[in-house]
């Protein structure tokens, strides 16, 4: 079995807390620009504190990277069809899975693999790995693959970096989609994801630079370790933010639920607590509940720099009625500035609808054509 050169069991700073990274971006071992070397230090240099790797069906990158002082480089790889990509993080030996995508091009023709894409996450899945669908709606590159199973996707890519204009489109549409999952039982985790590639492009390109680590995503960890990331992941103990700092909590009888938690089938009153720190001038933050807005704090637009805005909602819970809580913050053009993790309480629900085709507007089909 051969074993790839990043580890998850590195321990880069041994301390319980909140570390900030990116979940996506790309080296010259794929379509980048940078050395893995290079990436690493603009990581540092951006106050990261880990960084997934996820080049197109490759895996070259890993054995460049080193142990980057600080940094904690989380083994990924962007699986990359002409119908959509997906990341897998975690990945730290060879599988059977991975070869037909290992030995392909940069993006492989769907028509001539001959897989089964359910068959592919599962795999991932059962050797403990987190799948994760990257850009979903964003134009040319939005999932096609209506058959897949969400009970296989432990991860939504809600948000890739502002500053690329056609992600102005795919965002908001991601994060409508994510809630659509949430409202249906999902319990699946939004994160963000820069999908970085170069950080000046050629003279003549009518495109922006791409920019590392926005949107950041902010992971509650046990200590900073590839596993530990990932394992907040899992708890769904996260956030994604263009600067804006977040708390939000719950609390009921006595007990302390963080962001990600399950309260469980409880009745009484659920008292939600947020704090907002805002990055720039004005906007808004809201706690959100099963959708629909419970409560709303305007954020001034007089300059108080570091000041912080609190948010408090007394949700009344039934044991048998699922519901959900999450906190967003938009900046003083409407624009998402932070989105929490859902909170969750009542029963665990038994989704319907199984297929990521259940849940597309069909009524966006340009959006999704190739
Ligand atoms: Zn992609
Ligand atoms: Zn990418």
């Known amino acids: 079995m051969e074993t790839f050169a990043l580890s998850l069991d590195r321990v880069v700073r041994d301390a319980p807390g909140w570390y900030q990274g990116d979940f996506h971006c790309h080296t010259h071992h794929s379509d980048g620009t940078l050395s893995a070397a290079e990436l690493a230090r603009l990581a540092?240099?951006?106050?990261?504190?880990f960084l997934a790797i996820t080049d197109h069906n490759t895996l070259d990158a890993y054995a460049h990277f080193g142990a980057p002082d600080g940094l904690c480089v989380i083994p990924g790889l962007e699986i990359t069809f002409d119908r959509g990509h997906y990341n897998v993080f975690g990945i730290v030996q060879d599988a059977g899975w991975l070869r037909p995508v290992r030995q392909g091009p940069t993006q492989l023709n769907w028509a001539k693999q001959g897989l089964d894409l359910n068959d592919l996450l599962a795999a991932s899945a059962?050797?403990?790995?987190l799948n994760s669908i990257n850009h979903p709606l964003l134009p040319p590159w939005a999932w096609l693959f209506d058959d897949s199973h969400l009970a296989h996707i432990h991860c939504l890519e809600i948000w890739n970096d502002p500053s690329w204009p056609d992600n102005r489109v795919g965002n908001p549409l991601a994060l409508a989609l994510w809630t659509g999952w949430l409202n249906a039982g999902y319990r699946i985790t939004a994160i963000g994801g820069s999908d970085f590639h170069r950080p000046v492009n050629q003279p003549g390109v009518r495109k922006p630079p791409d920019r590392l680590g926005l949107p950041r995503t902010f992971v509650y960890a046990e200590?900073?370790?590839?596993?530990?990331i990932l394992q907040g992941l899992r708890r769904r103990q996260v956030y994604v933010s263009m600067g804006a700092q977040v708390t939000f909590q719950a609390y009921h009888a006595g007990?302390?639920?963080p962001i990600g938690a399950e309260v469980g089938m409880m009745d009484g009153d659920l008292e939600l607590e947020a704090e907002v720190t805002p990055a720039g001038r004005g906007g808004v933050a809201r706690l959100i509940g099963n959708g629909v807005i419970l409560a709303e704090q305007t954020l001034p637009w007089a300059e108080s720099p570091g000041a912080a805005y609190a948010l408090h909602h007394s949700a009344r819970l039934a044991p048998d009625a699922p519901v959900w809580f999450r906190l967003e913050v938009l900046d003083g053009n409407g624009l998402l500035s932070a989105v929490t993790n859902p909170i969750f309480a009542g029963p665990r629900p038994a989704p319907v609808m199984t297929r990521y085709g259940d849940f597309v507007d069909v009524a966006q089909p340009a959006l999704r054509a190739r």
Not at 126 to 129: F, P, Q, S
Not at 223 to 228: D, I
Request: hydrophobic share 35%; no cysteine; aromatic share 6%.
């Open 44 to 49: 540092r240099t951006e106050g990261m504190d």
């Open 126 to 129: 059962a050797d403990g790995l």
């Open 223 to 228: 200590q900073l370790s590839g596993a530990a």
């Open 255 to 257: 007990q302390v639920y």
